[in-house]
């Protein structure tokens, strides 16, 4: 296959396949005219860094599952140093959620603090002598 062939089975570009190639992703086979030329298997080795990257994985992280496709395994994530990087991305895909559910928890305790200070003034204001009370636009008295 020519360039645009893979590129548009694995729904990409030819710079997109060019690049790999340059971070050694992909081979970098010619024929004798000097067109790059691709076959099934990388293809297949295409597709899985595509499907990683659209998981949110780096360039860098595809390496391992790409190296074991080459290896001659069925499925680019059957190695070791494949497992090794799914377990990398979980522990850090752990510790974003984590800290996304400390933001949720501090925002979502907001509303009610806001609805007691915005209370609190008016609650003021039926006590004789208390605070007169200030025009939401942050004037002063009414």
């Known amino acids: 296959m020519r360039i645009g ?5 694995a729904g990409t570009t030819t710079r997109t396949l060019r690049y790999h190639e340059s971070r050694w992703l992909l081979p970098a086979r010619r024929n004798g005219n000097g067109y790059r030329t691709y076959d099934e298997s990388d293809l297949r080795q295409l597709r899985q860094i595509r499907t990683l990257q659209d ?3 780096g360039l860098e992280e595809t390496r391992p599952f790409v190296e074991c ?3 001659g395994h069925p499925e680019g994530d059957s ?7 799914y377990r990398r991305e979980l ?3 752990d510790t974003l959620i984590a800290e996304l559910g400390a ?3 501090q925002v979502g305790r907001q509303p ?3 609805e007691a200070a915005r209370a609190a003034p008016a609650a003021d204001a039926a006590v004789p002598g208390g ?3 200030e025009c939401e636009r942050g004037g002063g008295p009414r």
């Not at 190695?79 to 990087?85: E, H, N, R």
């Open 103 to 105: 933001v949720r928890e």
């Open 91 to 93: 522990g850090e895909l």
């Open 55 to 57: 998981s949110g994985f």
């Open 112 to 114: 009610a603090r806001a």
């Open 5 to 9: 062939e893979p590129a548009a089975r």
């Open 131 to 133: 605070p007169e009370p």
């Open 69 to 71: 496709l080459r290896a």
């Open 79 to 85: 190695c070791p140093a494949s497992l090794q990087v």
